[in-house]
Antibody
């Protein structure tokens, strides 16, 4: 069965970086994309970006593109999202999800979410 | 890219039908048949209910349907049930990325 499991909660200081992992199983990792979405406490969903494990192509949200890097390790079927120069408004639950071969494709299997707290 | 516009809340009684609107622009909702709808219960990850405007994933009840007119997409839930109470988010391709709506809280009275 398809599963997406994310790494645990993180607490970081402003200006630091965080790297969240997302391990997929139960399907051929390179046949699907991985989408990242975040949700600040009590707020709505915000699209962060998408990566293709097949060829490494990425598509980042304009608002965050200068601070985010998405990568994959096909040998372990794991995707990573690294966010740098952290600010307090980056505090959110970060979700990864399996999606399609294009950034606009819907996401069908989601991870449990990773809480990232940015605080001095 | 501005968020898509959704009503903050809607409500309905069990058995009734409700519709949630999602208004964008001619650059996103109006240009692509690529609107998705997600359901999110408190403390849980989102779940896709509709994709590509009007397609239902396997396992999603046929009480959920999607449509579009111009720059506005809509999610209709018929035969409302208590378990439908949740937050609902629309999502559209913009040509260069993806944008979500602000979310709608559905209350089943």
């Amino acid at each position: 069965q398809v599963q997406v499991v994310q790494s645990g909660a993180e607490v970081k200081k402003p200006g630091a970086s965080v790297k969240v992992s997302c391990k997929a199983s139960g399907y051929t990792f390179t046949n699907y994309g991985i989408t990242w979405v975040r949700q600040a406490p009590g707020q709505g969903l915000e699209w962060v970006g998408w990566i293709s494990p097949y060829n490494g192509n990425t598509n980042y949200a304009q608002k965050i593109q200068d601070r985010v890097t998405m990568t994959t390790d096909t040998s372990t079927s794991t995707a990573y999202m690294e966010l740098g120069s952290l600010r307090s408004d980056d505090t959110a639950v970060y979700y990864c999800a399996r999606s399609g071969s294009y950034p606009q494709d819907a996401s069908d299997f989601w991870g449990q979410g990773t809480m990232v707290t940015v605080s001095s | 890219q501005s968020a898509l516009t959704q009503p903050a809340s809607v409500s309905g009684s069990p058995g009734q039908s409700i519709t949630i609107s999602c208004t964008g622009t001619s650059s996103d909702v109006g240009s692509y048949d690529l609107v998705s709808w997600y359901q999110q219960h408190p403390g849980k990850a989102p779940k896709v209910m509709i994709y590509e405007g009007n397609k239902r994933p396997s396992g999603v009840s046929n009480r959920f349907s999607g449509s579009k007119s111009g720059n506005t997409a809509s999610l209709t839930i018929s035969g409302l049930q208590a378990e439908d109470e949740a937050d609902y988010y629309c999502c559209s391709y913009t040509g260069s990325g993806v944008v979500f709506g602000g979310g709608t809280k559905l209350t089943v009275l």
